[in-house]
């Protein structure tokens, strides 16, 4: 499969699933969620969803929880909305970039501040 249609339908996957997630879901589990992407296989039949997820660790643990029993309604509306022979099988990742850089973010402030004490 051609790399531009692999990364046309990761976007365009990656556009509905958080759509949907932000519209239509509506299991109250389902808290702060960002798709930050979506990693597609190149015979497109796998799809990974790397979500972010925001709040408090039992927050966390229950907006997972709530991601898991909406796995099923998710790939089914990708594939209404997405015109292709077979809807790619997804599962859901967490994205732990944004701590890795929050963290980074934390030790150079703290970094500039022993550096203005001395």
Request: overall charge neutral; proline content about 2%; charged content about 30%.
């Amino acid at each position: 499969m051609g790399q531009v249609r692999v990364e046309k339908v990761q976007e365009l996957i990656k556009q509905e699933i958080s759509k949907m997630l932000l519209t239509e879901v509506k299991d109250p589990r389902i808290g702060f969620v960002t798709v930050t992407t979506v990693e597609i296989t190149g015979d497109l039949r796998q799809a990974k969803v790397f979500v972010s997820l925001m709040g408090s660790d039992e927050q966390k643990a229950n907006t997972w929880q709530g991601l898991q029993s909406c796995l099923g309604y998710v790939r089914s509306e990708i594939g209404k909305r997405v015109r292709m022979r077979l809807t790619p099988e997804l599962t859901w990742h967490l994205d732990t970039s944004l701590d890795y850089s929050t963290r980074i973010q934390e030790l150079l402030l703290k970094i500039n501040t022993e550096e203005g004490k001395e």
